[in-house]
T-cell receptor, first 114, second 110 residues
Framework: EAQVTQNPRYLITVTGKKLTVTCSQN?????MSWYRQDPGLGLRQIYY???????DKGDVPEGYKVSRKEKRNFPLILESPSPNQTSLYFC?????????????FGNGTRLTVT | SQQGEEDPQALSIQEGENATMNCSYK?????LQWYRQNSGRGLVHLIL?????REKHSGRLRVTLDTSKKSSSLLITASRAADTASYFC??????????FGEGTQLTVNP
């Protein structure tokens, strides 16, 4: 089944403790992206990747890192999480021709930083 | 900055009625997409309309696009309780980003 898989689904952590949210897709998509969703703010893009070893900042990249060493994986790294990073996070992917291809989303990771 | 803005923010209707949601955007686009999100879940793509198209249908969904007014509407006909969800428009203005609005929360009452 074609899908985008995020893990974990729920995560509670403390300020400053490094964490990684994994994202994997099995559709051989070139484009992958991370979003965060907050009430009243909609979805905001954190980082995206057009292909292996190619990443770029989205609208809200501060406090996050990503890597794209393999085509299927695009982990999101929070080196020193803070409470303002408490949010619902989504990974998404699509074909290289992103302009006419829909995004496929994972089921989300709800992160709480205390 | 948010490109697409949905209106209304929330909509409550009875089963069988039609639901209309609107999306406005600021800059020129290549295409506009509509997505649906069940509570707390990932977004699911519904329909894409290109900038040179005016109307598109998919089952009970009808999307219109007016590039002169920079607006789009999503019509769900004969709504069902299972249509209860949040609906987002997303604009593709070229480059590498798809920009989402804040969504319309649709509640369909049985």
């Amino acid at each position: 089944e074609a899908q985008v898989t995020q893990n974990p689904r729920y995560l509670i952590t403390v300020t400053g403790k490094k964490l990684t949210v994994t994202c994997s897709q099995n559709m051989n998509h070139e484009y992958m992206s991370w979003y965060r969703q907050d009430p009243g703010l909609g979805l905001r893009q954190i980082y995206y990747s057009m292909n292996v070893e190619v990443t770029d900042k989205g609208d809200v990249p501060e406090g996050y890192k990503v890597s794209r060493k393999e085509k299927r994986n695009f982990p999101l790294i929070l080196e020193s999480p803070s409470p303002n990073q408490t949010s619902l996070y989504f990974c998404a992917s699509t074909k290289r021709d992103r302009g006419t291809s829909p995004l496929h989303f994972g089921n989300g990771t709800r992160l709480t930083v205390t | 900055s948010q490109q697409g803005e949905e209106d209304p923010q929330a909509l409550s209707i009875q089963e069988g009625e039609n639901a209309t949601m609107n999306c406005s955007y600021k800059t020129s686009i290549n295409n506009l997409q509509w997505y649906r999100q069940n509570s707390g879940r990932g977004l699911v793509h519904l329909i894409l309309i290109r900038s040179n198209e005016r109307e598109k249908h998919s089952g009970r969904l009808r999307v219109t696009l007016d590039t002169s007014k920079k607006s789009s509407s999503l019509l769900i006909t004969a709504s069902r309780a299972a249509d209860t969800a949040s609906y987002f428009c997303a604009t593709d203005g070229g480059g590498s980003r798809l920009t989402f609005g804040e969504g319309t929360q649709l509640t369909v009452n049985p």
